[in-house]
């Protein structure tokens, strides 16, 4: 326990117990965070009939070592990503008629990065702020006038006010 006590302690830059104990307070402050948000942009984005906007890009495409999820059309690549709170985009294959899915933790590259072998794949990037389920009931906009009181183009009596 001891060694691997000093060796965290090497590793971190910090003197003893500072480590540990900074690492904890941090960790008990963001855990609550991140499970609420969480918790609150699922329902929006992750529930069945969302649909989401996305940013094309010809010339681009997600670069990863194996294949998250595959679809054969356009239509069901976007049902796919839409409906997945992982989804963070997907594209076009360049040179074989299918689309891929992919992380958010992967990076997209353009054709200066990956070569001229890019040119042709087309990148839909999953824009997450544009994320709606029109299934679900929509708040009251609380700025709108009711639909029984007419607005007057006439001014106030200075006797009423």
């Not at 590793?11 to 948000?37: D, E, I």
């Not at 069901?76 to 294959?93: I, N, S």
């Amino acid at each position: 326990w001891q060694k691997i006590r000093h060796a965290q302690r090497a590793n971190s830059g910090l003197p003893g117990k500072f480590y540990f104990m900074r690492w904890a307070s941090t960790a008990k402050m963001a855990f609550p965070r991140w499970c609420c948000a969480l918790v609150l942009l699922q329902s929006s984005f992750a529930a069945p009939g969302t649909v989401c906007k996305y940013k094309s890009m010809k010339g681009h495409a997600y670069m990863s070592s194996s294949v998250w999820k595959q679809a054969k059309t356009h239509e069901e690549a976007k049902k796919m990503c839409d409906e997945d709170e992982e989804c963070g985009g997907y594209h076009l294959h360049g040179h074989i008629d299918a689309y891929y899915l992919f992380q958010h933790i992967h990076e997209i590259v353009n054709e200066k990065e990956g070569s001229e072998f890019v040119k042709d794949f087309i990148v839909y990037k999953k824009r997450m702020m544009t994320c709606s389920n029109p299934e679900e009931e929509h708040d009251e906009d609380f700025d709108a006038l009711p639909e029984a009181v007419e607005a007057t183009d006439t001014a106030p009596n200075s006797e009423e006010l």
